[in-house]
């Protein structure tokens, strides 16, 4: 849950908001003028999704524990390596999220259910 | 005349286009909403935040690092570099829409998104005669208004939703959907590596203002640029 006040909120979503729009009608609002990326900078923009992707992904997945089995052995983990498996085979959202929280949500309420 | 008959025919074409990526853009739009509501934000905040931003990656970042009390800077620096590459889609895009208004213009930068993009640009250039104007935005219009929608239901439902069910786990499924293909080669792959190996040290470690993300991301397009450069410098 966030601490932040709904003014702090509103405040980040117009800076986003604005920043965004600014880059979305950079060229098309100044064509002619300046004419393309220059490549350098269209270089490093290639990495620039997966290594922000990667940055969130991993974190919000991983937790570290004391030993490498309980780090990897954790239900978000487990869970994520099957989403991560659909989604290289199918490139498609809809099934990597629903294969992914059904994986988590079978080892969390499985064992129950079945009575283990 | 029926309504069908008044609307110029490429604006029909380009709904028609958009159908099959609603499928794709839904459930991350139920995210955002579901996500936002996890993490704190209000109804109106997450459905303001998908009219007033409309990108959805950066979006749920934002949420994200709002929800772990991350610093404004972050937050918007964060959404800000994902963003970047809709410069690309821009310059690209501009030489076709040259002949309209500024205002036309201005309201076609706005639902100008990876799919509006990707799909509009491989129509212009295969069919000379559909129109730029309608067709782009028949696609982006779609989109926008599937969006809103999603960001609404998912919101709505969110609110409602018992924490057990760990709905928050579809984030970083969502992102994991758009990783994945992102590691095109080596390079990227190298980013991507380096990029989560790193941010789960950092956050391990702790570095003060939050700054695990930026320090992550730049490691790993640095790490990608240097792969990169260093395979072609060997042949």
Not at chain 2, 118 to 141: D, K, P, V
């Amino acid at each position: 849950m966030t601490a932040w006040s709904s003014t702090q909120i509103w405040l980040a979503i117009i800076l986003i908001g604005v920043a965004t729009y600014s880059i979305r009608l950079s060229f098309i609002y100044f064509f002619g003028r300046i004419d393309e990326v220059p490549e350098r900078v269209q270089h490093v923009l290639r990495y620039v999704p997966a290594a922000v992707l990667a940055a969130l992904v991993v974190p919000a997945v991983v937790t570290i524990e004391p030993t490498v089995s309980e780090t990897v052995l954790d239900d978000r983990v487990i869970a994520a390596t099957i989403a991560a498996i659909v989604a290289w085979k199918t490139e498609d959202v809809f099934w990597t999220i629903g294969i992914g929280m059904g994986a988590l949500w079978a080892i969390r309420f499985g064992p129950g259910l079945v009575g283990i | 005349m029926s309504i069908r008959e008044r609307l110029h025919p490429d604006l029909l074409a380009g709904i028609k286009a958009a159908g099959p990526l609603v499928l794709g853009i839904l459930p991350f739009a139920l995210v955002a909403g579901i996500t936002a509501v996890g993490a704190g934000m209000t109804i109106g905040e997450a459905v303001g935040m998908s009219i007033i931003v409309f990108a959805g990656a950066s979006q749920l970042a934002a949420i994200d690092l709002i929800g772990s009390n991350a610093p404004l800077a972050v937050v918007v620096g964060t959404a800000v570099v994902i963003n970047v590459r809709m410069l690309m889609y821009s310059a690209s895009i501009a030489p076709y829409f040259q002949a309209f208004s500024v205002r036309v213009r201005s309201v076609l930068a706005y639902v100008l998104t990876d799919q509006a993009y990707a799909m509009s640009i491989a129509e212009y250039t295969q069919n000379e005669s559909r129109s730029r104007l309608w067709y782009y935005f028949g696609i982006g219009f779609t989109l926008w208004v599937v969006w809103q929608l999603g960001t609404i239901a998912g919101a709505v439902a969110g609110a409602g939703v018992p924490d057990s069910l760990a709905l928050d786990f579809a984030l970083p499924l969502v992102f994991l959907a758009l990783l994945v293909p992102a590691m095109k080669d080596r390079g990227t792959t190298t980013a991507g590596v380096v990029g989560g190996a790193v941010a789960l040290i950092v956050v391990a470690v702790g570095v003060p203002l939050n700054l695990d993300l930026p320090i992550a991301a730049v490691t790993g397009i640095l790490a990608g640029v240097v792969v990169d450069a260093t395979a072609g410098g060997v042949r």
